[in-house]
């Protein structure tokens, strides 16, 4: 064997030794990861997570699961049954839900009825801002500023 092919195997081997020794060090390891923005570190998860907990804005309140969201406004409400992953620029874009609520008694074919919607929006830190657009007519519903712990509350309809 040349003296060449010692030295690349030798090269090669410890980098596996490693990693045999040491089980949690990888390539590609995410134990860096901003919790703030909802990343658990050495979980495993490729894509960052919104932080789970409640997100409130003026007229909306998102509640973040580790499987989904839920959300609340005025007069409406809404839900994700997926994670809300980000991209590396802190962005995401879920399809869920959205049913509008009136007050009173509601007619049949009413206000109520679920509709196809995308939430889309970026967080930075412990703020976010979220869009919702119906999907089945493309129609923006609102674009809120949310906190994560913030103060607001919603008004429902009467």
């Known amino acids: 064997m040349s003296s060449y092919v010692k030295i690349l195997s030798a090269a090669l081997g410890i980098p596996l030794m490693v990693g045999l020794i040491w089980p949690g060090v990888s390539c590609g390891s ?82 109520g009825g679920e509709r196809p919607a995308r939430y889309a929006g970026r967080v930075e830190g412990r703020r976010m801002t979220l869009t919702v657009t119906l999907t089945d007519n493309n129609q923006v519903v609102d674009t809120f500023t949310l906190t994560r712990g913030g103060e607001y509350q919603v008004t429902k309809c009467l």
């Open 30 to 111: 995410n134990h860096g990861m901003d919790a703030e923005r909802g990343g658990a570190a050495g979980s495993g998860v490729s894509a960052e997570l919104v932080a789970a907990g409640v997100w409130n804005g003026e007229h909306v309140i998102l509640e973040v699961k580790e499987g989904g969201a839920t959300v609340e406004f005025d007069c409406a409400h809404g839900f994700i049954k997926q994670p809300v992953s980000l991209d590396k620029a802190g962005r995401f874009n879920v399809r869920g839900a959205f049913a509008f609520e009136q007050g009173g008694a509601v007619t049949p074919g009413g206000a």
